[in-house]
């Protein structure tokens, strides 16, 4: 979240094109995992160190790497899963 969730969640109220890209990850996140706090957890420690092993870098504009992990911390976000945690 501190790294780029909470810009592009930011980002996304003022920008519909990128809600709709978020969202299109969103519902591949839905059909693919159980959306509790633990699959969650662990479908984003081994999404980031595979875009580590690839050398992967955040750009100025999303690539679908970065839209993936800001569908990630919108469902966190809206699931209620960062409310009684430290810093994602």
């Known amino acids: 979240m501190n790294a780029l969730g909470e810009a ?4 996304m109220g003022r920008e519909p ?3 709709a890209a ?15 706090r633990e699959t969650l957890g662990d479908y984003l420690l081994g999404f980031i160190d595979e875009l580590r ?3 992967w870098v955040l ?3 999303p ?26």
């Open 8 to 11: 592009q969640l930011d980002r």
């Open 17 to 19: 094109g990128l809600v």
């Open 22 to 36: 978020v969202d299109q990850h969103v519902a591949v996140l839905r059909d693919a995992i159980p959306l509790d």
């Open 53 to 55: 092993q690839r050398g």
């Open 59 to 61: 750009g100025d504009e």
């Open 63 to 88: 690539d679908a790497a970065a839209l993936r992990l800001t569908a990630v911390c919108w469902l966190a976000r809206e699931r209620g899963f960062l409310e009684d945690a430290g810093p994602a």
